[in-house]
């Protein structure tokens, strides 16, 4: 497995685990109830942040130990193919979905579920864009 393929899985793991728990609490469970919005909002979005980081932090300080010379190598014509392939294609869900989150959906609801509509908007396109980065180098694309 290439150094690229696995950072696009620490990331795609990491974009999952931190910020899959938080869309859950906010979208099912509603946290808030009587409390205030705001800093419960914004606490939890800011601890799931920390917990995404704390995986990449990790992950690639590992991948930098193991790997050494090959995690300082530049990236190749292949790898830059599936770099560029995923970000159009991440770069088009992202925006599809702000195009909901920022002009249908203000005219429909108000507050944190736009704002939390435009956050899930961004997760989920890098979510994308991570998957499509996995299987290109899955697939062996070459542009």
Request: without cysteine; positive net charge.
């Amino acid at each position: 497995m290439a150094y690229r393929e696995k950072l696009a899985w620490i990331e795609l793991i990491g974009m999952v685990l931190a910020y899959g728990p938080y869309f859950i609490a906010v979208g099912i469970v509603d946290p808030v109830g009587a409390r205030d919005t705001t800093l419960t909002y914004v606490g939890l979005f800011a601890a799931a942040t920390v917990v995404r980081l704390l995986i990449l932090g990790g992950g690639w300080l590992t991948l930098r130990i193991r790997l050494g010379a090959e995690a300082r190598a530049q990236p190749d014509e292949r790898e830059r193919a599936i770099a560029g392939r995923s970000a159009t294609i991440g770069y088009y869900v992202l925006l599809s979905l702000m195009l909901w989150a920022a002009v249908i959906l203000p005219l429909l609801e108000s507050g944190w579920k736009v704002a939390n509509s435009g956050l899930a908007a961004i997760v989920i396109a890098e979510i994308v864009r991570h998957a499509v980065t996995v299987v290109g180098y899955r697939r062996s694309w070459h542009g």
